[in-house]
């Protein structure tokens, strides 16, 4: 997905989002705070940061109703590598995301490595842990190939699950039809890769579930 980038001497203090945007300060995890280059291993990228500003909230186009954020300054959150609108300002990566582009809250062991010590998905996002299936019973190692590995479902445990979307012209929100704990098939490559605690995690959206 193309993606342009702006570049200016603009005051990002003096940003103000609209509606549901949300400006967002970019953190380098490609390196330490001790200047170490770190590689990223997930297929699909994910960036992580700290909010700034938030619009006045997510308007209901049926009836012109708007909710309010969940997320407040300083925040920190995750977010897809390609959503939003990309800026450098003096010296800094932003981005300007509409809410449903903001997957996840996000709580660091470390500001200084990015280690993720926890998760909230928001709306319809949840986070699971995939079945480990890189080996058979008789001890060989598997790995699905061809069309295969493309579109075959993955069995995954949930861990947690976002609050669910807003439900059009009410108050309430439309759960996520699953619970921590329970057992789903996944879109074999759906979401993206997170390390948190020292596990191999994967945030999803509830349009990934297949069973």
Known sequence: MSQTTIEDD???AKLRPIAD?????????????????????????????????????IRDDATGRVYPFELKRRDV?????????????????????????????????????YEIRDIEPRSEFLLVEPDDETMTRSGLLFFPRGQNAESAGRLATVIKVGPGRWRSGTDEREPIPVAA????????????????GGKTLRLIQECDIIS
Do not use: C, Q
């Open 181 to 196: 704990g329970e057992k789903i098939v996944m879109l074999r490559f759906a979401g993206t890769e997170v390390e948190v």
């Open 21 to 57: 945007y949300v400006l967002v300060r970019i953190f380098d995890r490609t390196r330490t705070s001790g200047g170490i280059h770190l590689v990223r291993t997930t297929a699909t990228p994910n960036v992580i940061g700290e909010v700034l500003a938030v619009g006045s909230g």
């Open 10 to 12: 603009i005051d990002v």
């Open 77 to 113: 959150v995750l977010l897809m590598d390609y959503v939003g609108e990309r800026m450098h300002l003096r010296g800094g990566d932003y981005r300007m995301a509409r809410s449903h582009g903001i997957w996840a809250k996000v709580a660091l062991e470390d500001r200084r490595t």
